[in-house]
């Protein structure tokens, strides 16, 4: 997530454009074959950006500073010449960069609360009530590493890739898991 001039905003973590950063017309050395990844519908000007696990890349925002394990933060962002020099010198993988276009804008934050459901109604400033938490969430936030986000997700053979949603949920364990073991079964039948 972050604030820009549009509010605050994320990316859709798991939208493919079925194009690959080979296709664009801009050197993207060391990137060919990753997905490009549809991060939203906003933001259309901005170019492509990225999620990887590398502070060194100049320009990058860390988006995960709670995080101890230096090796599992997360950071958006930043130069590409910086990334392509990485995995050029062979100190960083082209396997841990993942690309978006666009990205996913709400108008204010009381906007974001409300749509994010009674999780996070304690985290409203306005004072007294409001509109957040009066409707069931539309988000299940859940907090997982850099691992689980940054993974390629391939079929293997006829068999489909584990969604990123359901290994979140798993690994939140108890009912979560229960509920994508559940959401699984009705989505293969």
């Not at 960069?97 to 204010?108: A, C, D």
Request: charged share 25%.
């Amino acid at each position: 997530g972050g604030r820009a001039a549009g509010g605050p905003g994320g990316l859709l973590m798991n939208r493919r454009t079925g194009y690959l950063m080979g296709d664009l017309d801009m050197d993207v050395a060391g990137f060919l074959i990753q997905p490009l990844n549809l991060g939203g519908r906003e933001d259309a000007d901005k170019g492509v950006t990225m999620l990887h696990p590398y502070p060194e890349i100049s320009g990058s925002v860390a988006i995960t500073d709670h995080v101890e394990d230096a090796g599992k933060k997360l950071f958006f962002g930043g130069e590409f010449k910086d990334a392509q020099a990485l995995v050029k010198r062979g100190t960083g993988s082209q396997f841990k960069f993942k690309f978006f276009v666009q990205s996913t804008r709400w108008g204010s934050t009381s906007k974001l609360l409300a749509e994010l459901g009674p999780v996070f109604a304690g985290l409203n400033n306005s004072g007294g009530n409001s509109e957040v938490g009066m409707e069931p969430a539309a988000w299940l936030p859940v907090e997982c590493g850099a691992e689980v986000l940054l993974k390629i997700r391939e079929r293997e053979g006829p068999k489909r890739p584990k969604p990123l949603w359901t290994e979140a949920l798993e690994l939140c364990g108890g009912d979560f898991a229960e509920v994508a073991r559940r959401l699984l079964e009705e989505e293969s039948i």
